[in-house]
């Protein structure tokens, strides 16, 4: 199926921030922004679940229990990422690698059900994990799947209400187009707040 004119631009966006995101996470090097590459080493555990100042938000074991703040942990498995029910805190608490790439991976695998899958996931049934190699990696996967789902959708769901029935959004009253671009501001920004915290553990207890 040939990729609808309005996607197009909005595909590649997610293409660009996804490569960039993951590389910046895995390295070798990833672009300076300028079509220069800049080495950068893979991101280790201590780094991804590092937490800067107290009252941080993480992902932690379901064992332990939740975090400052919050009310419980949301995931299957092991790990699961702090979180409280409705209203959020304010101001939102300052969150780990960690905490934004579950979050990152657990919105595209969901939103990728809800629209072309099950409709059925919930935030429960994603697997956070305290293993940064093991975290990138579930990233990548939900971002394969968000991606497989906008190479199947035509003009018509673009435009069509609802298209995406994710329940933590405002998806099921948005048209699809402006779930795709919202999707994208999220890989967006979270993407260079991962970029700051690598950047900001790099340079933790340097003089200045």
Not at 43 to 70: I, K, N, T
Request: proline letters at 9%; charged letters at 20%.
């Amino acid at each position: 199926m040939a990729v609808p004119a309005r996607l197009d631009p909005l595909l590649r966006q997610f293409d660009f921030a996804r490569k960039r995101l993951v590389d910046r996470m895995a390295g070798p090097a990833v672009d300076s922004g300028n079509g220069t590459e800049v080495a950068v080493g893979p991101m280790g555990d201590a780094e991804h679940l590092w937490e800067p100042g107290p009252g941080c938000w993480s992902v932690r074991r379901h064992a332990d229990g939740p975090g400052p703040g919050a009310a419980l942990l949301t995931g299957a498995g092991g790990w699961g990422r702090d979180a409280t029910p409705p209203p959020h805190p304010t101001p939102p608490p300052f969150t780990t690698i960690a905490w934004r790439l579950s979050h990152l991976g657990e919105m595209l695998a969901l939103r990728a059900d809800h629209t072309c899958g099950s409709r059925s996931l919930t935030r429960d049934d994603y697997e956070s994990s305290g293993d940064a190699t093991a975290a990138v990696a579930a990233f990548g996967t939900a971002a394969d799947a968000w991606r497989a789902t906008l190479l199947s959708v035509d003009d018509t769901a673009l435009d069509t209400v609802g298209f995406s029935a994710y329940p933590y959004g405002s998806d099921p009253e948005d048209p699809f187009l402006e779930t795709v671009w919202w999707v994208n501001q999220e890989l967006l920004h979270h993407g260079a707040e991962i970029a700051l915290l690598r950047d900001l553990y790099r340079l933790r207890g340097a003089s200045g």
